[in-house]
């Protein structure tokens, strides 16, 4: 009898334990951002969800190199909730093929886990193809007690076919996109970015992403930055 107690008991804790068990799910794990200029910095959030019986604590994020900043918004994540995680990265002067991961230490199972990103960055930005950007890099800084909550942007559609474009991210609650969803071959079109208001006393360094149809593939991310250095508090 006492060692059937014993037995039931260890089957209890195994039972226990097995149910407290932390797990972390990381929604698309790895995202390219494409071609994007030199000197400029992107961003992009991964979600990080609970998928255990125990509450999720991340006890460190690491980036491999000092051209990537991750903040996190929160540390500790309830069974069923989910957090952002996002990665800014300042591409300075690569050049071509980026690669890069940050190691995410934890309390689940595996106790660490990887994010990656990549991206091609481009030198001379006239030359890319098949869509050009003029300008490629999308500066709102506020300089005056004038709002400055929009900017424009040509698209220029350099091969012999239509290209279909789908925006892969962009962070919604920071500026809308009005982007055409297609560009014949040759053409130039205009696309328009708005901050929203509640945003606009903000300084941040943001970008979004989009894909056309070629072979290819292709993936472009347009960085955008707003510095306000004067605000009307009116």
């Not at 060692?3 to 804790?13: A, K, P």
């Not at 595996?110 to 930005?125: C, E, M, Q, S, W």
Request: aromatic share 12%; hydrophobic share 40%.
């Amino acid at each position: 009898m006492k060692y059937l107690s014993s037995f039931l008991f260890l089957l209890l804790t195994v039972a226990v334990s097995l149910q407290a068990e932390t797990r972390m799910t990381i929604r698309n794990n790895n995202f390219d951002f494409g071609y994007m200029p030199q000197q400029a910095t992107v961003s992009y959030e991964f979600w990080l969800i609970s998928t255990g019986d125990d509450s999720l604590r991340i006890k460190d994020v690491k980036p491999d190199c000092a051209c990537t900043k991750v903040p996190l918004i929160k540390d500790i994540v309830s069974p069923g909730d989910s957090t952002g995680l996002e990665i800014i990265f300042s591409s300075k002067l690569y050049l071509k093929k980026v690669k890069k991961s940050v190691g995410i230490i934890s309390n689940a199972t595996p106790r660490v886990d990887h994010i990656k990103f990549r991206a091609f960055v481009i030198k001379n930005v006239d030359l890319l193809y098949p869509l050009n950007f003029k300008p490629f890099m999308l500066n709102l800084t506020q300089f005056t007690k004038k709002i400055n909550d929009k900017a424009t942007f040509q698209i220029t559609n350099s091969s012999s076919e239509k290209l279909n474009i789908e925006i892969i991210y962009s962070p919604d609650d920071y500026f809308e996109l009005s982007i055409p969803a297609s560009i014949e071959a040759g053409e130039t079109v205009k696309a328009e970015l708005k901050i929203k208001v509640e945003k606009l006393k903000e300084s941040f360094k943001k970008s979004f992403t989009f894909e056309v149809n070629d072979k290819k593939k292709s993936r472009f991310t347009i960085p955008v930055e707003r510095e306000v250095r004067l605000f009307d508090e009116e």
